[in-house]
T-cell receptor, first 111, second 114 residues
Framework: RKEVEQDPGPFNVPEGATVAFNCTYSNSASQSFFWYRQDCRKEPKLLMSVYSSGNEDGRFTAQLNRASQYISLLIRDSKLSDSATYLCVVNRRGSQGNLIFGKGTKLSVKP | DTAVSQTPKYLVTQMGNDKSIKCEQNLGHDTMYWYKQDSKKFLKIMFSYNNKELIINETVPNRFSPKSPDKAHLNLHINSLELGDSAVYFC?????????????FGEGSRLTVL
């Protein structure tokens, strides 16, 4: 089993749609969870951290279920500028700085 | 000002050659990393240095040798390049103990081995 697994995508959605990405991780000792965004041929950038209680940042909502080792990202009212690959990221065995990246889910928002 | 800068951005070379990629960060971070992103877009850590000391060394062929002359620089030297080394190599940096999980990446160095 891969350490971090994500929906393969791609997701093709119209503007204004709500889209959800799922991610599972294999190491129950992981303590930190994040979503990164990577635009085509660019470097990854932190989108948001994921907290146990769930957290929201504007149109983006992240949730964590430790029992199921499952992380999600919900994007409401999709914009064209949301088109990118979304990477689920987990730290390995609680060790700071050793982040494991999922393969990413590609999102394409169409007019 | 670029926070994490890598050079070169593009590198095309023949099998068997030796090449280096340089990385510098001006964020004052104490930890730097090299990640490899292959053709399947899988981003995988290779090395991590904290204050010039190697702290993470994943299963990477010993043809890859990182060097950190100071905490603002982490260079990657690759000997005897192989076709499978073709990938985008990302340098990144962060603060040790940062709980935001934010790595700052360079723009990547796209290596093509012919």
């Amino acid at each position: 089993r891969k350490e971090v697994e994500q929906d393969p995508g791609p997701f093709n959605v119209p503007e204004g749609a709500t889209v959800a990405f799922n991610c599972t991780y294999s190491n129950s000792a992981s303590q930190s969870f994040f979503w990164y965004r990577q635009d085509c041929r660019k470097e990854p950038k932190l989108l948001m951290s994921v907290y146990s209680s769930g957290n929201e940042d504007g149109r983006f909502t992240a949730q964590l279920n430790r029992a199921s080792q499952y992380i999600s990202l919900l994007i409401r009212d999709s914009k064209l500028s949301d088109s990118a690959t979304y990477l689920c990221v987990v730290n390995r065995r609680g060790s700071q700085g050793n982040l494991i990246f999922g393969k990413g889910t590609k999102l394409s928002v169409k007019p | 000002d670029t926070a994490v800068s890598q050079t070169p951005k593009y590198l095309v070379t023949q099998m068997g050659n030796d090449k280096s990629i340089k990385c510098e960060q001006n964020l004052g971070h104490d930890t730097m990393y090299w990640y490899k992103q292959d053709s399947k877009k899988f981003l995988k850590i290779m090395f991590s240095y904290n204050n010039k000391e190697l702290i993470i060394n994943e299963t990477v062929p010993n043809r890859f040798s990182p060097k950190s002359p100071d905490k603002a620089h982490l260079n990657l030297h690759i000997n005897s390049l192989e076709l499978g080394d073709s990938a985008v190599y990302f340098c990144a940096s962060s603060f040790t103990g940062s709980h935001t999980g934010e790595l700052f990446f360079g723009e990547g160095s796209r290596l093509t081995v012919l």
